[in-house]
C-alpha cells in the first residue's frame, strides 16, 4: 500500500495548483488585469497631472513609486499603462495566432505545392529577428499603439504558424482520423471536430506566454522612441521617458521595469500550468 501512495502523494505535491509560485503568480496577474480594466480602484490620481513643484519626488508614503519630471504620480501612471500595455499584448497575440492559424492550415492541409509555398514564405519572416521585423514595420507604417500591434503581431506569427503547421500534420495522420474516414465520416466533419480541436490544443499556453513576448517587445519598442509617444501612460513610453534621468531618479524606470518583468513571468508561471494540466505528461 505505501510503495502505491508515496508516489500518488509525490505527483500531487507537484500538481501546478499546490505550488505557492503558481498563487502569486495568479495573484499579481489578476491585479494587473483588474488595474488595466478599473485603475481607479487602485488609484485616485490622474496618470497626467502635472505639479511642477513636486517634480522628482522620491518614493513616500505621498507618492509610493515616486513622482516624474513634471510631478506627476508614477504610481498612478504605472496602473494606468496596464491598461493599454495589455491591450497591445493581447491585440498583438490575437493577431498573431490568427496569422498563424491561417498559415498552419494552409500549410498543413493543401496539396504539396500550396505546402512549398507557404513553408517558403514563413521561412522568409522567420529569418528576421521577431523585434527587427517589428522595427521595419514601425519604420514604415509610423508610431502608434495600431502600429505596435501591427508590428508586434506580424514578427510573431512566424513561430505560432510552424507549430501549428507541425501540429496539423500530425493530427491528419494520426490512427484516429484514420479511424474516422474508414467509417465513412466525411473531410469538413473530421476537420472541425477532429483535426482542429487536437491541434489547437497547445495554442491555449502560447496565448499566455504569447502575452508575454508581446508586452516585453512592446516596452522594447517604447523605450527606444518607436511604441507609443509620451506623455501616455504606457510602460515603454514610461521607460523611454525616465532613461534620462536614471541617475537622479531611478524610481522612473524601476517600477515600470518590475511591474513588466513581474508580469511576465507571472504569465510564464501560469502558462506552464496550464500546459502541465492539459497536456499529457505535463505534471511530470
Known amino acids: 500500500m505505501s510503495v502505491l501512495t508515496v508516489p500518488n502523494a509525490a505527483r500531487t505535491r ?27 480602484l487602485l488609484t485616485g490620481r490622474d496618470p497626467l497631472d502635472i505639479h511642477l513643484d513636486q517634480s522628482f519626488d522620491p518614493p513616500s508614503v505621498a507618492h509610493v513609486f515616486g513622482t516624474d519630471q513634471s510631478g506627476r504620480d508614477v504610481f498612478a501612471r504605472v496602473v494606468y499603462g496596464a491598461g493599454q500595455s495589455l491591450l497591445i499584448g493581447l491585440g498583438a497575440t490575437a493577431l498573431g495566432l490568427a496569422g498563424a ?33 517589428a522595427l521595419i514595420l514601425i519604420a514604415v507604417f509610423g508610431n502608434s499603439a495600431g502600429t505596435q500591434v501591427i508590428a508586434v503581431g506580424v514578427a510573431s506569427m512566424p513561430g505560432y504558424a510552424r507549430m501549428v503547421r507541425g501540429q496539423v500534420l500530425a493530427v491528419r495522420g494520426s490512427g484516429y ?17 477532429t483535426v482542429l480541436p487536437n491541434a489547437f490544443r497547445p495554442l491555449a499556453v502560447l496565448i499566455t506566454l504569447g502575452v508575454g513576448q508581446a508586452i516585453v517587445w512592446a516596452a522594447a519598442l517604447g523605450f527606444l522612441g518607436l511604441g507609443v509617444q509620451p506623455p501616455a501612460p504606457e510602460w515603454g513610453a514610461m521607460l523611454n521617458a525616465g532613461r534620462d534621468y536614471v541617475q537622479q531618479a531611478w524610481w522612473l524606470d524601476f517600477f515600470p521595469g518590475a ?3 513581474l508580469f511576465t513571468l507571472s504569465l510564464t508561471v501560469l502558462g506552464r500550468a496550464v500546459r502541465a494540466v492539459t497536456e499529457p505528461g505535463g505534471r511530470r
Open 259 to 261: 511591474v513588466i518583468v
Open 101 to 133: 492559424v491561417v498559415l498552419g492550415l494552409l500549410g498543413g492541409l493543401g496539396g504539396r505545392a500550396l505546402d512549398a509555398v507557404t513553408t517558403r514564405f514563413i521561412e522568409v519572416l522567420y529569418a528576421f529577428p521577431g523585434l527587427l521585423l
Open 14 to 40: 507537484r500538481t501546478p495548483l499546490h505550488s505557492a509560485g503558481f498563487w502569486a503568480a495568479l495573484a499579481f496577474g489578476v491585479l494587473v488585469v483588474l488595474a488595466a480594466a478599473v485603475p481607479r
Open 177 to 193: 482520423v484514420q479511424a474516422e474516414r474508414v467509417l465513412g465520416r466525411g473531410p469538413a466533419r473530421i476537420l472541425v471536430r
